[in-house]
């Protein structure tokens, strides 16, 4: 895993204008988000985040390691190398899903999505398969017991 070179001054986990991990949002609905983003940031490693739309798809392979939250607690940044990073709006989320599945080649499929108030997909998180056979297990071993412990859909009160 290559460290994620930041701007000068700027520290993974912090927002321009931002506050350290150890101040959580104002608001329990934010609060909540981002306490799960926390608890899937140490074991998640290489991930897709995709967004789409009727018109388009983006995705973008990045670790996830490099998450910043906004002061307010509202917007959470999502960092990939050489810049690249998507702002969610942790205010518009009203569920989180925990998906497991089986894909089309067999192999097993972890997501994490993140539903608006139309219960249509705001931002996607995917866990790829790792390069790394030996950190495959604890990857599944960490989404299970989130799953198990929020369940597979948890409603975020607006």
């Not at 520290?11 to 506050?19: M, Q, S, T």
């Not at 607690?73 to 989180?96: P, S, Y």
């Amino acid at each position: 895993m290559s460290p994620i070179e930041l701007s000068p001054g700027r520290e993974a986990g912090y927002f321009l204008g931002g506050v350290g991990p150890d101040v959580l949002p104002r608001f329990k609905e934010t609060r909540m988000i981002r306490e799960i983003l926390e608890e899937c940031q140490p074991g998640f490693a290489e991930v897709v985040l995709m967004l789409a739309n009727n018109g388009a798809t983006a995705e973008v392979y990045t670790m996830f390691e490099d998450i910043r939250f906004a002061e307010d607690g509202n917007v959470v940044t999502f960092m990939a190398e050489g810049g690249t990073h998507l702002h969610m709006h942790m205010n518009e989320v009203r569920e989180v899903r925990f998906i497991h599945n089986t894909n089309a080649e067999g192999l097993p499929s972890y997501s994490l999505w993140f539903i608006d108030n139309e219960d249509q997909p705001m931002l996607r998180v995917y866990l790829r398969k790792s390069e790394k056979e030996e950190t495959n297990q604890p990857r599944h071993d960490l989404f299970i017991g989130l799953q198990k412990k929020y369940g597979e859909s948890l409603a975020i009160p607006s």
